[in-house]
């Protein structure tokens, strides 16, 4: 039996998680990394708490932290990387 999952959109791609997943594990599922540092070198979720900041990028036209925001139907995120 499969667990309950939701289906948002990262950049654009639709992306299906279990239920419960964060907006942060849709990133790296599709694209690994989030926003590149100064310098150009992409990076990933680094606390996971929220404490950081690593993992901040667009909900639905919302700056949110990835990490502390779970998965709804129909989300649309929007990485800067």
């Known amino acids: 039996m ?4 939701v289906t948002v959109f990262v950049n654009g791609r ?8 964060t ?3 849709a990133v790296a599922s599709v694209t690994g990394f989030f ?6 070198s992409p990076h990933g979720p ?6 950081c900041g690593g993992c901040r ?3 639905d036209g919302v700056l949110r932290l990835g990490c502390q925001t779970p998965l709804s139907p129909g989300l649309r995120v929007e990485t800067d990387g």
């Open 23 to 25: 907006v942060a594990a």
């Open 2 to 5: 499969n667990p309950p999952s």
């Open 57 to 59: 990028l667009r909900v």
């Open 35 to 40: 926003r590149p540092r100064p310098g150009g």
């Open 46 to 51: 680094f606390c996971g708490m929220g404490y």
């Open 14 to 21: 639709a992306v299906t998680l279990p239920e419960g997943s």
